[in-house]
């Protein structure tokens, strides 16, 4: 994976100032820089879902015998859900989470040792989104992809080891549970492994590669008026969500608004990227989703981003497609898909929908 993004992103850099936790922890006020309108997001000042509404996306028990059922009709109507009895131990997530703080409260200019360059994707940084929004985000990240051991060891000389393996624990669990997911819910709709041959589950999930995100949300003198991450879908087929015990992260309902996902101690939440909805031809949503920031305390989150080997053809399943009707999108892979997404954004998807209208 970082090959093929590394390629990726070389044909669209970004060239953007980090954003230093010093300039955030020393202001009183909100600058102009930070300061987001509905100019500058048309979803900004999308009414919130009401306080009295008690609709919220699912908790769902992986344990509980109609698991499968619950995870499809999530994907279908939400786009997301959080799960519990996952099989992710408890002492893993405290130690990622761990580890997430440790690196953001590390020195500015330690930090800027393993700087993401223009053109790379690992490394420290903001998010790349912010080349397609003219106000800064209230926050900062850390990507991995492959072994983190050249930056850990310029971030931590003598504990780097130890928290390479946090991060390979962690990984491995999350492959494993994202595989699971997807066939849980595949599963929904009737899907085998015979009608998706590239993503076994037997295998040993070498048909899939992945990428981690830590990040970072401090303390905001004016909320209500800052962006933590702007709105956006994942690039994925699925992301799982690690958050600590603060909100923030809240996903889009055309219905309701935006909808705050309550932190559940231990929980995950997971999210349809965009090749997932391409694969089911549109039935799993895609959700648009962003993260605010408070004014009382910082907040971290994990998102390990999963998708498939680079070059695998990605494409509606011939049996979730009407028998009188065309697939709605065409076949791409993720290099594919990170080239449109990184020039279009949001649009992404309708550009390679088929018969789209212009």
């Known amino acids: 994976m970082p090959t093929i993004l590394t390629d990726v992103f070389r044909g669209h850099p970004i060239h953007l100032p980090h954003s230093h936790p010093s300039e955030f922890t020393s202001l009183s006020e909100l600058p102009d820089s930070y300061t987001w309108t509905s100019k500058d997001d048309p979803l900004f000042t999308a009414p919130p879902s009401p306080p ?8 769902i028990d992986l344990n509980h ?20 009895n996952h099989g992710v131990p408890l002492e893993l997530l405290q130690g990622i989470e761990f580890l997430t703080g440790s690196l953001f409260q590390l020195p500015v200019q330690r930090k800027l040792k393993a700087a993401r360059s223009d053109t790379g ?10 080349s397609f929004f003219s106000k800064k985000m209230w926050s900062e990240g850390f990507t991995i992809t492959g072994s983190p051991l050249n930056d850990f060891r310029k971030l931590w000389p003598q504990l780097h080891l130890n928290y390479c393996d946090i991060v390979e624990q962690y990984e491995e669990e999350m492959q494993k549970l994202a595989s699971k997911l997807m066939w849980l819910s595949l599963n929904s709709l009737g899907v085998s492994e015979e009608d998706i041959k590239w993503a076994r589950v037997s295998s040993d999930l070498n048909w899939a590669q992945s990428a981690l ?35 923030g992260l809240q996903v889009f309902s ?34 648009i989703h962003r993260a605010r920031v408070n004014q009382t305390r910082s907040r971290l989150s994990v998102a390990f981003l999963w ?40 649009k992404a998807l309708s550009m390679i929908r088929n018969h789209r209208e212009e």
Not at 121 to 130: E, N, P
Not at 213 to 232: I, K, S, T, W
Not at 269 to 286: A, E, R
């Open 121 to 130: 994707f690992s490394g420290y940084g903001v998010a790349r989104i912010s």
């Open 52 to 59: 009295a509404a008690s609709e919220n996306i699912p908790l």
């Open 254 to 287: 055309d219905d309701l608004g935006w909808v705050t996902v309550p932190p559940v101690p231990g929980s995950l939440v997971v999210n349809v990227g965009d090749l997932f909805h391409i694969l089911t031809n549109g039935l799993f949503k895609s959700v």
């Open 65 to 84: 015998p109609d698991a499968a059922n619950q995870i499809g009709r999530a994907c279908r109507t939400w786009g997301a859900f959080q799960i519990i």
């Open 213 to 247: 995100q830590l990040n970072h949300y401090p303390v905001c003198p004016e909320p209500d008026r800052a962006m933590g991450l702007a709105p956006h879908t994942d690039s994925t087929l699925l992301t799982i969500l690690y958050q600590n015990n603060t909100a």
């Open 307 to 346: 998708g498939p080997r680079s070059d695998t053809k990605i494409s509606p399943v011939p049996k979730l497609v009407g028998s009188a009707e065309s697939p709605l999108y065409r076949s791409v892979t993720w290099t594919e898909y990170l080239r449109t997404k990184a020039i279009h954004f949001n």
